[in-house]
């Protein structure tokens, strides 16, 4: 039997495979032999809040234990890691303590599918209810939904958290297929198209309930599947035009223990999700389309040529700032 600290060391490192609010520019440390300043391990992540201050956040999985296949998931039923879940009260706990000892601000919670994707949303929710209503908890939650989840259950996350997100993944129809079978990129698309117009109405209505103040965001993985950037942005391009997205997360695929042989053995490099995040920034905040970013492009991905000139795009850009 599992102790909450040993949950902790696995369900927050099962966790870090979302960049969808992440510290991923800092260095690997750690204090598992002694020592202090450890950015690893803990559980706890650095999010940005709307009006810009960086905050702490402690980003956990309820479980890693899931019912789906997704073959680039270590979370995945097939693999052999070693599982964890938390109880409600756990959880609940754990971000009192950490809040009351100023060690974080706020919770990120994601989970492994259990039971059925609606229990698992019950789960989710009864934490983040457990802490707003019985607590009074006034801290930042960002909440994991589930797209297959009865749509009431979904939109009760949005009242209760902060920020909603649900990923996506994979930037093409083929790569579900291929990859995730049991997910369905159809049912994610509505579940966006649900919590945008609920977002929206919130904003639009002095005296609308909360719903979600700081939006809706969503992470793709790059380099598992192989889409090219080109394929990457466009579908971005898609998503930001039709969900209103706060933010999309580029993650690089991590190669997984036991993966299957249509992924591939190594990571691709780092400064893909960099390039990546440069493009979407020029079509997001300088008005580029992204097919100036992208025409041309002799091969898969932005950083491994110089036509079109990324860095020369980008200069022009903080040149001539759009506002
Ligand atoms: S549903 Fe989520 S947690 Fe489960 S295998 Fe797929 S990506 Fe991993």
Redesign the pocket.
């Known amino acids: 039997m599992l102790n909450t600290q040993q949950k902790l060391e696995i369900l927050a490192d099962a966790a870090k495979y979302d960049a969808s609010c992440s510290s991923s520019g800092a260095e690997k440390r750690t204090s598992k032999t002694g020592g202090l300043g450890s950015t690893t391990g803990c559980g706890i992540c650095h999010s940005y809040t709307p009006d810009g201050r960086c905050i702490s956040l402690l980003k956990i999985l309820l479980t890693?234990a899931?019912?789906?296949?997704?073959s680039?998931?270590?979370?995945?039923?097939s693999s052999n890691v070693r599982r964890a879940r938390f109880t409600v009260n756990e959880v609940v706990s754990l971000t009192l303590n950490f809040y009351k000892r100023n060690y974080i601000e706020g919770l990120f919670l994601s989970?492994?599918?259990v039971g059925s994707p609606n229990y698992t949303i019950e789960q989710i929710l009864r934490v983040a209810r457990t802490l707003r209503e019985e607590h009074g908890f006034r801290g930042y939650i960002h909440l994991k939904t589930i797209p297959e989840a009865d749509p009431d259950l979904v939109a009760e996350a949005g009242r209760l958290a902060d920020r909603v997100s649900i990923?996506i993944?994979l930037p093409t129809e083929e790569g579900f297929t291929r990859f995730?079978p049991?997910?369905q990129a159809p049912s994610i698309r509505r579940t966006m198209a649900s919590l945008r117009l609920r977002i929206d109405e919130a904003k639009a209505e002095k005296k609308a309930p909360r719903f979600a103040p700081a939006g809706q965001s969503t992470q793709m993985i790059v380099g598992a599947d192989g889409a090219a950037d080109a394929v990457i942005l466009g579908t971005s391009a898609t998503l930001y035009a039709n969900y209103n997205l706060k933010r999309i997360y580029y993650s690089a695929f991590s190669p997984i223990p036991d993966a299957s042989s249509t992924l591939p053995a190594q990571a691709p490099p780092l400064a893909r999700e960099h390039r990546l995040y440069q493009a979407d920034w020029l079509f997001r905040f300088y008005g580029f389309e992204t097919e100036e970013i992208t025409s041309g492009l002799p091969t898969a991905c932005l950083i491994s040529t110089s036509i079109p000139s990324l860095p020369g795009l980008c200069g022009i850009a903080i040149a001539f700032p759009s506002t």
């Open positions: 890693n899931c019912m789906f296949d997704c680039y998931c270590i979370n995945r039923r989970s492994g599918i990923n993944e995730a049991e997910k």
